[in-house]
């Protein structure tokens, strides 16, 4: 077993096998992950926000979904990954708060979170292969290079493995 990499939010990492990745306190964020197979390069970024075009001072490529995923998808292809055998899977993506007067899109940051990385994931030709999103949880997330295994942790819950 190698060493276990922390991601903190709105970051993001790339590693090999046998080295695991994790990023805690995923509410309405995402912990997106994404594997290459053959050579064990994974690489997990936690995105805060789903468009960076919607925000002025955007210097932090890893807040996004947007920008995020095409960081994270390039320093993959840098460490020696392929994009043809890329695969991805999210977790994340919790309502965290119950705002009053009914659950309006506008509100929503973690279905749009949700939305965002499906659609930038999509755009680049890599195919998610899993995802655990949504309800009103909060999730810690362990991606494994040697299995390329996603561990979903949430207090209270069994975990659950992508």
Known sequence: MGQMIK?????????KAPDALTTIGLGSCIGIAIY???????GL????????????NNSNLAKFADTGIQK???DMIAAGANKA???????GGAKMFEMPGGSSASINVGERN????????????????????GLNYGRTVELYSETGEYYIKAVGKEVKIL
Do not use: N, W, Y
């Not at 991601?7 to 790339?14: E, F, T, Y």
């Not at 290459?36 to 994974?42: C, E, G």
């Open 114 to 133: 949700a939305e965002a990385s499906r659609a930038k994931l999509k755009e680049l030709g890599i195919r998610l292969l899993a995802e655990d999103c």
């Open 36 to 42: 290459d197979p053959s050579t064990k390069i994974s």
């Open 7 to 15: 991601v903190g939010m709105a970051d993001l990492k790339v590693c």
């Open 85 to 91: 055998r890329m695969v991805a899977k999210i977790a």
């Open 72 to 74: 994270l998808f390039e």
């Open 45 to 56: 970024a936690h995105i805060m926000l789903p468009d960076s075009t919607q925000i002025r």
